[in-house]
């Protein structure tokens, strides 16, 4: 049976495309379907990222049944920040079948090596501000909020199709009636130390200026991790507009020092909980879903913290967490996930090993090297 992968060209390729995770997660209770409607904004070019990338998106069909999809991306951004020949492939969903998925590798090779890149990384959708890597361990517990899921033979169809492994991406759990005694000690000893810093809350009253707080520290604080790219005020706007329905202020902090930011934690509502109950759609009854269950979510996701340059190794990330902790288990909030951190990040895994946090899911980042055009 012949394998064909063609360019996503029309609305109904794209809505082929955004729905193929249905059929493959069928019967998968963990997986959380996304909504529909903001997955296809992904690929408007209306999305900031088009400002300096490109998204190219096929489809695979097997008897013109679509049985895999992918997309080729470029990240002019990650070039020059990085200063390296590296492309990227992302939105990786393929039922099992090592034929097709190395099929689906081929167009992403062809639009890299024509783009002059020689490396592939990924996945990417469409980069590490936004939802990344695969799903290698960890598959009895749903995703929260933008981490992925997928079956569990996608590791062996991207390596069975020449990539390797690049990067173990990790998420750390932890449930909780009180605050653990280590972090209560160890929060008191390092405000003793941190003299004139302040920690506050986010201010919705003044949400854009908190987004430049964000963005002020996000891009200093990350620029030495590894595959960090900055983002753009446009990229940080639209991320804002996305969270702020649903964006609890109290699990945000904020630390200051003579009124200049200094470090930034940003915690989320894991509002899966309640998406899962939409099926993709918020209309006619899947946003009175969301809201109904909305109410009852007593899981968070710490999706970043970070300090800039003369913060780190003082404490003051301990002093960010019990913050945190302790407005969550004040509003019922009783599991915690810590996520992504490179698996090699000992500094920020070091702290959450402490409080008796485990690492519980590992996500993988592929890489394959190709060959440089004439």
């Known amino acids: ?69 992918i997309a080729s991306i470029r990240n002019r951004a990650h070039e020059e920040f990085h200063d390296e020949a590296t492309g990227f492939f992302g939105f990786f969903e393929c039922e099992n079948d090592p034929a097709v998925a190395s099929a689906l590798l081929e167009p992403v090779k062809r639009d890299v090596v024509g783009d002059g890149l020689h490396a592939i990384l990924g996945p990417m959708n469409p980069s590490t501000n936004e939802e990344c890597g695969v799903l290698v361990d960890g598959f009895d517990t749903p995703p929260m909020i933008m981490m992925t899921h997928n079956p569990p033979y996608y590791d062996a169809l991207l390596t069975g199709a020449g990539l390797t492994k690049a990067k173990d991406l990790l998420a750390y759990y932890l449930h909780a009636e009180s605050i653990p005694e280590r972090l209560e000690r160890g929060a008191a000893i390092a405000r003793k130390r941190l003299k004139g810093v302040e920690v506050r809350g986010l201010n919705k009253r003044h949400f854009k ?70 099926n993709g759609r918020l209309f006619p009854l899947g946003l009175a879903k969301i809201l109904w269950h909305s109410r009852r979510i007593s899981r968070l996701r710490i999706l970043a913290l970070g300090l800039v340059d003369g913060y780190r190794r003082t404490g003051l990330d301990v002093v960010m967490y019990h913050e945190i902790f302790k407005y969550g288990l004040a509003h019922g909030y009783r599991e915690g996930e810590f996520s992504w951190i490179l698996e090699d990040n000992l500094p920020m895994r070091r702290p959450l090993d402490v409080m008796g946090a485990r690492p519980y899911k590992t996500y993988r980042l592929y890489q394959s090297s190709l060959p440089v055009e004439p």
Do not use: C
């Open 1 to 69: 049976m012949a394998i064909t992968v063609e360019p996503v060209r029309t609305g109904k390729d794209l809505h082929q495309f955004v729905v193929l995770p249905w059929k493959l997660n069928e019967g998968d209770s963990r997986w959380v379907p996304p909504l529909i409607g903001e997955t296809k904004k992904l690929f408007d070019r209306s999305h900031p990222f088009f400002e300096h990338g490109e998204i190219r998106p096929y489809l695979a069909r097997k008897d013109g049944r679509v049985v895999g999809r």
């Open 209 to 278: 200026r908190e987004i430049e707080t964000f963005l002020a520290v996000y891009n200093q604080a990350w620029e030495r991790n590894w595959g960090f790219v900055p983002m753009t005020r446009a990229e940080v706007d639209h991320m804002a507009k996305q969270l702020k329905q649903i964006i609890d202020p109290g699990l945000v902090r904020i630390a200051e020092k003579e009124g200049q930011p200094v470090a930034f934690a940003l915690g989320m509502p894991d509002i899966n909980v309640a998406l899962r109950h939409a």
